[in-house]
């Protein structure tokens, strides 16, 4: 059973920076496409980010796209997703989620992933 586990979040000053990482356990990590999401008080769950199983290919959303970098370390079983220029309506609970590889192009709906960690609270002050 794969669990997943976020780390990372906090309380940062717009303009700042967080490197948030998602520590997957329970299944082979290279048989996993991975994804970001987030979700704000009140709002549906959003897409972040997401990478293939090989880091092979990679999609982020319009909103980070340009200062948001995912990445994986298959020894460590970890996916890494870096945002830069942090802004206020950044702020919600950041989730990473997997599921079974597919022709290297993950997912960018949430209803397409099978497993999702309890996710890390991100808040960025003005």
């Known amino acids: 059973q794969v669990q997943l586990v976020e780390l990372g979040g906090g309380l940062v000053p717009a303009g700042g920076s967080l490197r948030l990482s998602c520590e997957v356990s329970?299944?082979?990590?290279?048989?996993?496409?991975i994804g970001w999401f987030r979700q704000a008080p009140g709002k549906e769950r959003a897409f972040v980010s997401a990478?293939?199983?090989?880091?092979?290919?990679?999609y982020y959303a319009d909103v980070v796209r340009g200062r948001s970098t995912i990445s994986r370390d298959n020894a460590k079983n970890t996916v890494f997703l870096q945002i830069d220029n942090l802004k206020p309506g950044n702020t919600a609970v950041y989730y990473c989620a997997a599921r079974d590889k597919d022709n290297n192009h993950p997912a960018i709906s949430h209803l397409r992933y099978d497993t999702w960690g309890h996710g890390t609270q991100v808040t960025v002050s003005s």
């Open positions: 990478i293939s199983w090989s880091g092979g290919s990679i």
């Open positions: 329970g299944r082979t990590f290279s048989e996993l496409d």
